[in-house]
Nanobody, 121 residues
Framework: QVQLVQSGGGFVQTGDSLRLSCAASGRTFSSYGMGWFLQAPGKEREFVAS????????NYADSVRVRFTISRDNAKNTVYLQMNSLNTEDTAVYYC??????????????WGQGTQVTVSS
């Protein structure tokens, strides 16, 4: 059974940067697309970014396209989300997921534990 362990969240100021990490175990990591999603209080889970198995193809939500970068290191079984120019609207719990490179949460079968990102003005 695959497990995803996230790290890297925290409390930052507007304009700061953070990098989230998601380490996978228990499955051939390079065989699967990966995604990042966010969930703000009282709202549904939203797509942030996804990356193909090889890492050559990426997809982003319009709200983060020029500020966030998703990447993966298949040798380390880890996917990253580099978040720059953070603003208060980015405040949410962020989740990584494995199984697809789709924007639809239902296409992913295993999720990380979530990590809180709080951006203060």
């Amino acid at each position: 059974q695959v497990q995803l362990v996230q790290s890297g969240g925290g409390f930052v100021q507007t304009g700061d940067s953070l990098r989230l990490s998601c380490a996978a175990s228990g499955r051939t990591f390079s065989s699967y697309g990966m995604g990042w999603f966010l969930q703000a209080p009282g709202k549904e889970r939203e797509f942030v970014a996804s990356i193909s198995r090889s890492g050559y193809s990426t997809n982003y939500a319009d709200s983060v396209r020029v500020r966030f970068t998703i990447s993966r290191d298949n040798a380390k079984n880890t996917v990253y989300l580099q978040m720059n120019s953070l603003n208060t609207e980015d405040t949410a719990v962020y989740y990584c997921a494995v199984g697809s490179s789709s924007a639809m949460p239902s296409r992913y079968d295993v999720w990380g534990q979530g990590t809180q990102v709080t951006v203060s003005s």
